[in-house]
């Protein structure tokens, strides 16, 4: 029942809380986008969620604008991201405006990460593919482990990143399509608030390593 019905209602309630609790960060958000590099508040992509479905996520731009954006690259480039830019991505507010993507009902609070479309051969592809069933989340156990591990690499690291943090993230992505639940959903949110809290104080979240 949790599945079909009850995880739905959670991520209208989560979303809508968190979307008015955090509207002073939204403001102040918008504020340092404009000043650090005026153009659009808002970078919006198209990404792959449930059912192979295509929907246009949005998040806060935090890198400077350049014609012919690439996406294939599983890592950001470094040298475009601007100085707001990378607080608010290592606070994950970037991430923020995702709550409007989960009202719509193209994304859940906790689910696999949604797939840009020149990833699809990479984490949507054999066994892969199951992660189709549900529908794309905010945050997640793949996502948490990529935002502990993954952030320590850079564009140049990707052969390295693709050895070391791949392989485990999209083993954890179908672990969630095959044994969430709410219990499951609820310890994700905590275990993201934990990651955010801990990269404050530039500190490993130990207590999610063990």
């Known amino acids: ?97 995702q709550l409007i993507n989960i009202l719509k009902g193209d994304m859940a609070i906790v689910g696999p990460r949604p797939v840009a479309k020149h990833q699809m051969n990479i984490f949507r592809v054999g066994k892969y593919d199951e992660a189709k069933m549900v529908r794309p989340g905010l945050t997640g156990p793949a996502a948490l482990y990529d935002y502990i591990y993954g952030d320590q690499f850079e564009d140049s690291d990707l052969d390295k990143y693709k050895e070391e943090v791949l392989p485990t993230r999209r083993e954890l992505e179908l672990i969630y399509v095959r044994k969430y639940g709410f219990l499951f959903d609820i310890k994700m949110i905590f275990d993201t608030g934990w990651c955010i809290i801990c990269s404050l104080f530039k500190k490993m979240p130990t207590r999610l390593l063990n």
């Open 1 to 97: 029942m949790y599945k079909h019905f009850f995880k739905r209602v959670l991520d209208i309630i989560i979303s809508l809380v968190g979307f008015l609790l955090s509207l002073p960060i939204w403001f102040i958000t918008i504020i340092g986008i404009l000043i650090n590099d005026f153009g659009p508040i808002f970078y919006k992509s198209i990404r792959v969620g449930k059912g192979n479905k295509e929907f246009e996520m949005i998040k806060f731009r935090s890198m400077r604008v350049v014609k012919n954006d690439d996406e294939s690259s599983l890592r950001p480039d470094q040298d475009r991201i601007f100085c707001i830019g990378k607080i608010i991505r290592k606070l994950k507010i970037d991430e923020l405006p």
